[in-house]
């Protein structure tokens, strides 16, 4: 089992920027492959990011490329998502994800890959 926790979220301005972060816990963290994922208001769960167990991989939406970034600390066990230049389209509830059970450096990005989910944090970009 994998808990986790995520914080950070809140509202900012267009072209601000915000820092969640994904606190885990019941599980050795780096044999996590980590994801964000999120979810606007009547649209379906779309992927944002992914990082696999050794940190040196990683994955983005296109439409999150270069202005967001996925990092871990093994050490914390967490995964962090530093969004910079929000548009009101990355208004949406942030979750974070964790696989289990891949090689050290894989990632994945659907939703079925993944076996944990934090409650999920709002994050709310004003125009």
């Known amino acids: 089992q994998v808990q986790l926790v995520e914080s950070g979220g809140g509202l900012v301005q267009a072209g601000g920027s915000v820092r969640l972060s994904c606190a885990a816990s019941?599980?050795?963290?780096?044999?996590?492959?980590m994801g964000w994922f999120r979810q606007a208001p009547g649209k379906e769960r779309e992927f944002v990011a992914a990082?696999?167990?050794?940190?040196?991989?990683?994955a983005y939406a296109d439409s999150v490329k270069d202005r967001f970034t996925i990092s871990r600390d093994n050490a914390k066990s967490t995964v962090f998502l530093q969004m910079n230049g929000l548009t009101p389209g990355d208004t949406a509830v942030y979750y974070c994800?964790?696989?289990?059970?891949?090689?050290?450096?894989?990632?994945?990005?659907?939703?079925?890959?993944?076996?944990?989910w934090g409650q999920g944090t709002q994050v709310t970009v004003s125009s």
């Open positions: 994800a964790a696989a289990v059970g891949l090689t050290y450096s894989r990632i994945v990005s659907t939703l079925r890959d993944y076996d944990y």
């Open positions: 019941g599980r050795t963290f780096s044999s996590c492959t």
């Open positions: 990082l696999s167990r050794s940190g040196g991989n990683t």
